[in-house]
């Protein structure tokens, strides 16, 4: 079995920073790309941030240059660092995994976390 969980959400004021960490654990052969999601009320979900197995990065236009994703391969977990937050980057965030898990040769299953809220007010 393999588990994806989130942690570090919270409330912070306009201007703010956060940071959400997401680990990985269980039978893993190996880590792919891993996403994190976000899914505000009345809103669908959105791409935020991808991070490939080789550090590549890639960002949704309404985050860039201000979020940073990175992982620690030795750790099987990925962060979100989150500066300069609005109001509009209230959500739920979500971390995506697509993980190769022992014994099942080439496949690729994607794997999710809980979820964690984001709220950004005064």
């Known amino acids: 079995q393999v588990q994806v969980v989130e942690s570090g959400g919270g409330l912070v004021q306009p201007g703010g920073s956060l940071r959400l960490s997401c680990a990985a654990s269980g039978s893993i052969f190996r880590i792919n790309a891993m996403n994190w999601y976000r899914q505000a009320p009345g809103k669908q979900r959105e791409l935020v941030a991808t991070i490939t197995s080789g550090g590549s990065t890639n960002y949704a236009d309404s985050v860039s240059g201000r979020f940073t994703i990175s992982r620690d391969n030795a750790k099987n977990t990925v962060y979100l660092q989150m500066n300069s937050l609005k109001p509009e980057d209230t959500a739920v965030y979500s971390c995506?995994?697509?993980?190769?898990?022992?014994?099942?040769?080439?496949?690729?299953?994607?794997?999710w976390g809980q979820g964690t809220q984001v709220t950004v007010s005064s």
């Open positions: 995506n995994a697509r993980i190769t898990p022992i014994g099942r040769g080439l496949a690729i299953d994607d794997y």
